[in-house]
């Protein structure tokens, strides 16, 4: 990544290969997921860890090829997933914290295994926290990509009896079906939670998954179950955190719940092993659209910015075995 910008920012070059601290890892990436953050780091809507130019990206899959001092070698060879320290994982070699490391179960590619890393570990903790009763009506937000795909394909299993998506287009909306939805609301109609207030025919919605925020979070407080209704707010496409005010919440005797911060990225990364588990069982299927070679990674972006893909874009480096 040579500069904050627009996709164009994203060049292929060769570098020296990275050797690990004491603490760290370095594997040979055979496949590294495309997250839309992402794509609002590289613009500079989001701060970056470091500042450019670096090697771009959060997470990877791969051999462990070399370990750090303070690092168990019987890592060596293994099939993993990392996370990094915030960059670093757009290229054929990639160092990472140890303590990040989530082995690969037999049977699961390293494709799936990083199209549902991200996707996987943060929805079984949103799920948790929710603690649904099993005959609750939740709202997901975006409910065919990304957090939000993972989440239709889960909620029944976490005690969802009703689950109500939104989707930005015909195509997307069928996916959320296919993926559990039982009703699918446009989310790009100005006056989607008006069609919200419809599908709900009289009754509420218990708990919102909200990853558009703004001001659409707080036209939906009034549709919510009041006392026990929850909002768990975890991301903005919008542009903008949910808009709700402690007034908001107390005059309805609603919750919201920020799922931000150290402490929930520590929830996500302990949840990184059952995501794992899940999808090697055929439980959570990681929804991959498609594989690019990792000299593409500019080209990537602007399908995740366009919204195009429905399902996870991979990268994979030229050499890549598997």
């Not at 899940?278 to 990681?286: E, F, M, Q, S, T």
Request: with cysteine; proline share 7%.
């Amino acid at each position: 990544m040579t500069a904050v910008g627009d996709p164009d920012v994203l060049v292929a070059e060769e570098v020296p290969a990275p050797r690990p601290a004491e603490d760290e890892v370095v594997i040979r990436a055979e496949a590294i997921p495309v997250l839309f953050p992402e794509t609002k780091l590289r613009s500079g809507e989001f701060p970056l860890a470091a500042p450019p130019p670096l090697i771009f990206g959060f997470q990877a899959a791969g051999i462990v090829t070399e370990v750090g001092a303070r690092v168990d070698s019987a890592l060596l060879g293994r099939r993993v997933v990392v996370a990094t320290r915030g960059f670093g994982a757009y290229a054929e070699f990639v160092a990472a914290p140890a303590d990040s490391v989530a082995p690969i179960p037999d049977g699961l590619s390293f494709v799936d295994a990083a199209a549902v890393l991200m996707n996987g570990s943060v929805a079984i903790p949103l799920l948790e926290t929710a603690a649904l009763t099993g005959v609750e009506t939740v709202l997901i937000e975006a409910a065919a990509t990304g957090v939000g795909s993972a989440l239709t394909q889960l909620a029944g299993e976490f005690g969802a009896a009703r689950v109500i998506g939104t989707a930005g287009s015909p195509e997307k909306a069928a996916r959320a079906r296919e993926l559990g939805a039982d009703e699918v609301i446009d989310h790009n109609d100005p006056a989607w939670t008006t069609r919200l207030r419809e599908t709900l025919g009289g009754a509420t919605v218990d708990v919102v998954f909200d990853s558009i925020g703004g001001a659409s979070a707080s036209g939906l407080l009034d549709l919510m179950t009041p006392l026990r209704g929850r909002m768990l707010g975890y991301g903005w496409l919008s542009g903008a955190p949910a808009q709700v005010s402690a007034t908001d919440l107390i005059m309805r005797g609603l919750t919201f719940t920020g799922c931000a911060g150290p402490d929930w990225l520590n929830r996500v990364a302990r949840a990184r092993a059952a995501v794992l588990a899940r999808a090697a069982a055929g439980g959570l299927d990681p929804l991959v659209e498609t594989v690019l070679p990792l000299g593409q990674a500019s080209h990537a972006h602007r399908l995740l910015e366009n919204r195009a893909p429905l399902g996870k874009i991979v990268l994979r480096p030229e050499a890549a075995t598997s």
